[in-house]
């Protein structure tokens, strides 16, 4: 989180009665403006550090404007979601380093067993993603469903031995799916979350999630040094403009 603030106890010795009265508001407008400034260079490192950033993640970061009661605007990440994790859990890896949290998903898989304690995911190779790269929600809730990973208090139904049969039978114009827990190839493919394929030609496999043993971030978003370098370059200019606008509508 980034406080801006200003400190014109100097400039202030300098100033006319008629300045005066108007420095809170021109610093408060300043102060505003320049937060606004650094709010959008922050959206702008997110899209370059992320590649293909969801609209959830690239609109995380909230200003809270100064007034000329409180010369302090706030810019951050949004801590607080109704249904999601929030962003500033899902960006803290990103920020300051370590390790990332689980995501919901993954949570739920840990739940029922399918992923083994200390392992995160990465989607495999044949895992269907969406615009973002991520893997797709309908492919996760087939799998959630298929190990029965979802609260028995949620909306989402879970699969039973019938409906996976289903799933694996296909139809005509769809081969049948299962999932599986392993490492095909006797252990020479990769621990994971595979799919096997099953048609009249026979059976393949798959991967859809690979399971990693740690999800390391070193820290990528340097958003103090964003907003300081934006708060050098732009508040003492946006400052005197705002004063010069304060000058011209005092009464």
């Known amino acids: 989180m980034i406080e801006v603030k200003a400190d014109f106890s100097q400039l202030l010795e300098k ?5 005066m009265k108007q420095i809170p508001f021109a610093m408060s407008l300043a102060i505003n403006r320049t937060a606004k400034k650094i709010k959008e260079a922050q959206e702008r490192e997110i899209k370059d550090v992320f590649d293909r950033p969801t ?5 995380s970061v909230f200003l809270k404007p100064s007034t000329k009661n ?3 605007a706030i810019v951050g990440i949004k801590d607080q979601s109704v249904k999601a994790v929030p962003p500033s ?3 803290s890896a990103e920020i300051v380093g370590g390790e990332r949290r689980l995501k919901r998903f993954e949570r739920a898989l840990r739940a029922v067993g399918a992923l083994p304690p200390g392992y995160f995911t990465r989607p495999g190779e044949g895992a269907a993603l969406d615009a973002y790269g991520n893997i797709s929600k309908g492919q996760i809730n087939q799998m959630l469903a298929y190990f029965q990973a979802f609260p028995e208090a949620g909306y989402k139904a879970n699969s039973t031995a ?3 049969a289903k799933l694996k039978r296909g ?6 799916i299962s ?3 392993g490492a095909p190839g006797g252990g020479k493919l990769p621990l994971g979350i595979w799919q096997r394929i099953h048609s009249g030609f026979g059976t393949a496999v798959r991967p859809i999630l690979i399971f990693i043993p740690t999800a390391l971030y070193e820290a990528t978003l340097d958003f103090r040094f964003v907003a300081e370098s934006v708060i050098e370059k732009e508040f003492y200019g946006e400052f005197n403009k705002a004063l010069v606008e304060a000058m011209r509508t005092a009464k």
């Open 15 to 19: 100033m006319t009665t008629l300045q």
């Open 55 to 59: 609209p959830y993640i690239q609109n």
């Open 70 to 72: 409180d010369l302090t």
């Open 89 to 91: 859990k899902i960006l």
């Open 162 to 164: 019938e409906s996976r």
């Open 171 to 176: 139809t005509k114009a769809k081969m049948g």
């Open 179 to 181: 999932y599986f827990v």
